[in-house]
């Protein structure tokens, strides 16, 4: 990775960070919830960029622009949001690769 893409991914990061703390504090907290969840079992693209993470934070702009509380948002199962999330990204999880990994160890060593 050069240099200058390095710089442009922080920049970027810098932005989207400026935004969620730019949010009320109820979305911020259920956004960082939301960040850790999808971290840990989430799409493995967003290590690629912040396409989902921008999405959701742009949601969540919505929401307090129409003055509602953030589970009035998200519905009060944040867990269950962001299921729906990963399910609607057509993207392969990290649980997806893990259990991919584990079939292709089963049948190697079958096969011995």
């Avoid at 442009?8 to 730019?22: I, L, N, P």
């Avoid at 840990?40 to 622009?65: D, Q, R, T, Y």
């Amino acid at each position: 990775m050069s240099l200058k893409k390095i710089i442009e991914e922080k920049k970027e990061w810098r932005a989207h960070v400026s935004r969620v703390k730019a949010l009320p504090q109820d979305y911020q907290i259920v956004y960082k919830e939301i960040q850790k969840y999808l971290f840990k079992v989430g799409p493995v693209e967003l290590s690629e960029g912040l396409g989902l993470l921008s999405e959701i934070v742009s949601f969540f702009e919505e929401g307090a622009a129409a003055k509602k509380g953030v589970l009035e948002v998200t519905g009060t199962d944040v867990a269950a949001f962001c299921d729906a999330l990963i399910e609607n990204s057509n993207s392969k999880t990290y649980a997806d690769l893990y259990q991919e990994a584990v079939t292709q160890n089963i049948n190697k060593n079958m096969k011995k």
